[in-house]
Nanobody, 125 residues
Framework: QVQLVESGGGLVQAGGSLRLSCAAS????????MAWFRQAPGKEREFVAA????????SYADSVKGRFTISRDNAKNTVYLEMNSLKPEDTAVYYC??????????????????WGQGTQVTVSS
């Protein structure tokens, strides 16, 4: 079992930056694929970024490519989402999620079985 707790959300002006953190507890964190999803008001949850369970590959939604970076620190059991050049359309609740080894980690939401409670990111224009 893996428990996930997000932090780092907040209010930022367009063009600004934020770094989200996701602290994981439980065994075998380093073996899990990790991802960030987001859900804006009135919209379905969507994929943002993922890091493979081998740690060797990343994947990003087209809307954030070049602006967001996902990374992990296995020693700290933490995954990060560095968000730069933020836009008002990035406003959403951001969720951290994990998928077990061998899963189809590349943005397939159903593969992610552990979820955090979410952290709000609001980008003002």
């Amino acid at each position: 079992q893996v428990q996930l707790v997000e932090s780092g959300g907040g209010l930022v002006q367009a063009g600004g930056s934020l770094r989200l953190s996701c602290a994981a507890s439980g065994r075998s964190f380093s073996w899990y694929a990790m991802a960030w999803f987001r859900q804006a008001p009135g919209k379905e949850r969507e994929f943002v970024a993922a890091l493979s369970w081998t740690g060797g590959s990343t994947s990003y939604a087209d809307s954030v490519k070049g602006r967001f970076t996902i990374s992990r620190d296995n020693a700290k059991n933490t995954v990060y989402l560095e968000m730069n050049s933020l836009k008002p359309e990035d406003t959403a609740v951001y969720y951290c999620a994990s998928a077990p080894p061998g899963s189809r980690w590349n943005g397939i939401e159903s593969e992610y079985i552990y979820w955090g409670q979410g952290t709000q990111v609001t980008v003002s224009s």
